[in-house]
């Protein structure tokens, strides 16, 4: 079984810059879908990005499309997120999922995810 767990997260002002990373240990794999997701306070989480593993192929929600990066290393088994300009709207906990490489279900779907880290909070203060 694969396990995620994230790191990176913390406090930062408004405009400033962080980058999350998501480590998976267990069992190597070369395909499927890895996606950072987040959860604000009072509202449901939520697709943030995504990228397949095998070709690198990325996906961006709105929110965050020209501001955050997603990229891995396959050979660390590691994903990152860099998030720049961030905005207070940003706050939330943000989590790492591992996705099945074939699927009918969109990248951005919560269901399509089966495996999920623990979290990290960021904080963007004004």
């Known amino acids: 079984q694969v396990t995620l767990v994230e790191s990176g997260g913390g406090s930062v002002q408004a405009g400033g810059s962080l980058r999350l990373s998501c480590a998976a240990s267990?069992?190597?794999?070369?395909?499927?879908?890895m996606g950072w997701f987040r959860q604000a306070p009072g509202k449901e989480i939520g697709f943030v990005a995504g990228?397949?593993?095998?070709?690198?192929?990325?996906y961006y929600a709105n929110s965050v499309q020209g501001r955050f990066t997603i990229s891995r290393d396959r050979v660390n088994n590691t994903v990152y997120l860099q998030m720049n300009s961030l905005k207070t709207e940003d706050t939330a906990i943000y989590y790492c999922?591992?996705?099945?490489?074939?699927?009918?279900?969109?990248?951005?779907?919560?269901?399509?995810?089966?495996?999920w880290g623990q979290g990290t909070q960021v904080t963007v203060s004004s």
């Open positions: 999922a591992k996705a099945p490489g074939v699927s009918s279900i969109s990248h951005d779907a919560r269901s399509r995810y089966d495996i």
């Open positions: 267990g069992p190597s794999f070369s395909s499927g879908l």
């Open positions: 990228i397949l593993w095998a070709s690198g192929t990325t």
